[in-house]
């Protein structure tokens, strides 16, 4: 589910409150419907956040030290020490040499066609730029606009942005200090949730500071430039910085120990954001005490993954005998 939809508040949140996983008995490359092993740990699942204050439970937090210590399978202990380090260097210095160059004297963003790109008009884009910036800033806390004001605008892109987001306005904003320090801002169109049609709570004004707000409230550590902005043609935007020590996981290669504690890891994260975004004791009583939901849950997860294999090759299929253009 995209930020744009998970952050719309309902009156009770349905995805999955508890810490549910299943491997699927299956062979390589087929989807099983039977699953098992499920674990929760007792420590950090929703019936145990429920029995903390709402600030401790704000306060809650899971380092890469806590992560290394609820990690059991060896062949996820030698694999964190990669991932963190990689994920310390996903920081705007290790970017910006793939994605710039300079141009007298200026540094300006590659065009990466047609991912990355300037526009036809790059002089208008450039202002619209600037005026949606103007816009940004105001939605920052007083400490931010002052160091916010400390860069210049260097340069704008579009860029073209994953398949959860096909089909909205996305741009790359190069910000430079006196000194030549930068920083790298995403501005990404914001669309109402699909949710919104399905409950009432939904009252956001602007689709960016709802989300915005969303993550804020479900993060244990937010981007602190976090904000939102509108255009002149009323679209509007939410705005972070790009590459902030974040990183992704590639789970098809994982172990089955490793996607064991992988999801742990996910169903910890997931509990807190819950407990933390809404009121776990209204949610537990919701669930109820048997294994119900878990069951459907688990059911749900394992026939929506066999649908995906289908889709896949149905696509694969439409591909071959030219039905549908790729590429």
């Not at 920081?91 to 710039?100: F, M």
């Not at 526009?119 to 400490?143: C, F, G, I, N, W």
């Not at 910890?268 to 878990?294: C, M, Q, V």
Request: aromatic share 10%; with cysteine; hydrophobic share 35%.
């Amino acid at each position: 589910m995209s930020r744009a939809c998970s952050t719309c508040q309902g009156r009770i949140d349905w995805i999955g409150c508890l810490k549910i996983y299943f491997h699927p008995r299956r062979q390589p490359g087929k989807c099983g419907s039977n699953w098992g092993d499920r674990d929760v740990e007792p420590s950090h699942d929703l019936s145990t956040l429920d029995g903390h204050s709402p600030l401790e439970r704000y306060y809650k937090r899971l380092d890469s030290s806590a992560i290394a210590r609820h990690f059991v399978a060896p062949e996820t202990i030698a694999r964190l020490t990669t991932i963190f380090e990689r994920a310390r260097q996903h920081t705007v210095e290790h970017l910006l040499p793939k994605l710039t160059q300079t141009i007298g004297g200026e540094l300006k963003m590659i065009d990466q066609p047609p991912l990355i790109y300037h526009p036809p008009q790059s002089a208008r884009y450039h202002l619209e730029v600037k005026q949606l910036m103007q816009r940004y800033r105001e939605t920052l806390s007083s400490d931010l606009r002052f160091l916010l004001d400390l860069y210049d605008l260097s340069d704008a892109v579009y860029k073209v942005v994953g398949v959860g987001s096909i089909g909205l306005r996305c741009g790359l904003v190069l910000l430079r200090d006196a000194d030549g320090s930068s920083l790298l801002l995403q501005m990404k169109e914001a669309k109402a949730s699909v949710l919104a049609p399905y409950v009432s709570l939904d009252v956001w004004l602007h689709q960016g500071e709802r989300i915005v707000c969303g993550q804020r409230l479900m993060q244990a550590t937010s981007d602190v430039f976090l904000g939102w902005t509108i255009d002149s043609d009323g679209r509007h935007y939410y705005v972070r910085q790009l590459r902030d020590m974040k990183l992704s996981l590639d789970v098809a290669k994982f172990s089955q120990p490793e996607l064991a504690d992988y999801a742990r890891l996910c169903g910890w994260a997931l509990a807190r954001a819950h407990a933390k975004a809404g009121d776990p004791s209204r949610t537990l009583g919701y669930i109820g005490t048997g294994d119900r939901f878990e069951l459907v849950i688990g059911e749900f997860a394992a026939s929506y993954a066999e649908q995906v294999q289908h889709d896949f090759e149905a696509f694969q299929t439409a591909t071959k005998k030219g039905w549908i253009a790729v590429g």
